[in-house]
RNA sequence: GGAGAAAUGGCAGAGUGGUCGAACGCACUGGUCUUGAAAACCAGCGUACCGCAAGGUACCGGGGGUUCGAAUCCCUCUUUCUCCGCCA
């Protein structure tokens, strides 16, 4: 959620980056800021309250020391109205820090200054696109390229969990691993410290990165302990830094994690989610970068390289997207998307999504780092995708395809063990 | 899963109802001294909110309660440790 002070001391620049999203925003900023005038004024009216009630608690404790019984008692009364009063006041107090955060967790985070404005992905700006689109003498999707390679069994998983479950075997399940590992040490080298993180999450976990309290019908939920399966292993691995104070001179911080992602999808049906296109459960590389606010946008052009340059060596051929204010996500302020030629399928597919939030997550987590003056500022935080399995599978499996069979990328040679597969 | 013990500032660790937001030590920061460093000495050193400021308020694992007053008493949850059981 965006910071109130920021609102504050900016509400007409907020309210016209906010704007690029398509929709107008300047009644919630308004409803939030008299929220928090509000606020601060009972909470002013509340500590004065219990100033002076802690006042009469420490004469009340003199004059009991001094045995003067009598007197003492005779103040208690005076407490009584006090105590009523904060208490009042208190409850005041909670309802419009309830109300203000409510408010504030309506507002998407404000679009840094380079997004266009638009309302949906047509206003999307294509950035560049790379490589040739392949000449395929046969053109198979890749669902009928795993049946006929016996690479993933859909069937398999809708038989032992349901839809979305695919089961992975053979040179198939190999191919995957060889990705994850190629993945996982290219990360490495790019200086991301590797982290196998917790599959489920807390609740406090969820809210810190924005899945709760809105979201929560996107997760897998296990009620009897309260857990949430991980969507993203950014949840996860963000969290490590949840009420923590880094040192600004550790900035920038990079982390990067394999793990499975778990989605529910509700309402997602069609040729969407055919083969690998959409499913409940996939696995994912992921890249989170902790950044000093200054150096923020600079880390995102970077990721974009990043994350270019895995394609490149794939030699896949891919789009790079900047997605305007109303394609953005609720938390980004900056979003770039990679998109990969599925050559069968003749269609785009979104393997990466590589976003600057600002301060929007660091506020709710309470992620700062002490500044040269000693005081504490939010860090921003950046993720992307580094890259996302199922995807990047079906356009390996699809554009590499020849009527011998399907031709491994190189640099995955090494790693899974064999260069075609047939 | 059963029985018991514990949770205090970056670390360590006092404090069992009233000048305790919290001793002492270590670490850290600034200063004196030194050619420089170390040592020694002096000073500072948690977080958040309200306030122009002075100052005020809240926080001793989380939540609730008792009391004029809670780090301290009660309830509850969480976590950690020890023992038993089970187990990759």
Known sequence: MLLINDIRADKGGIIARLAKRGKDFTDLVNQAISLDDKRK????????????????????????AE???????????RTGELKEKSSALGEQLKAYEAELL???????????AAVPAGRSETDNT??????????????????????????????????ITGAGFPVYRGKGARLQRALINWFLDKGRDAGFEEIQPPLFVNEASGIGTGQLPDKEGQMYHMEVDNLYAIPTGEVPITNIYRDVIVKEADLPIKNCGHSPCFRREAGSYGKDV???NRLHQFDKVEIV??????????LLEDMSSYVQNLLKDLGLQYRVLLLCGGDTGFASAMTYDMEVWSAAQEMWLEVSSVSN???????????????SNGKNEYAHTLNGSALALPRIMASILENFQTPKGIIVPEVLRPYCGFNVID
């Open 67 to 77: 045995k003067k019984i009598e007197e003492a008692n005779a103040m208690k009364a």
């Open 289 to 298: 970068q902790l950044s000093h606010p200054t150096k923020s946008y600079e």
């Open 102 to 112: 409510d408010v504030l967790y309506q507002i998407p985070n404000a679009p840094g």
């Open 357 to 371: 939030f600002e301060t929007f997550q660091a506020n709710r987590l309470k992620l700062r780092f002490k500044n």
């Open 274 to 276: 055919r083969g690998l």
């Open 126 to 159: 294509i950035i560049l696109e790379h490589g040739e689109k392949p000449n395929l003498t046969q053109k198979l999707p890749h669902w009928e390229l795993c049946e006929k390679y016996n690479l993933i069994d859909f069937e398999l998983g809708v038989k």
């Open 41 to 64: 004024n009972t909470q002013s009216e509340m500590d004065d309250v219990l100033s002076e009630s802690n006042k009469i608690s420490k004469e009340i404790g003199k004059l009991f």
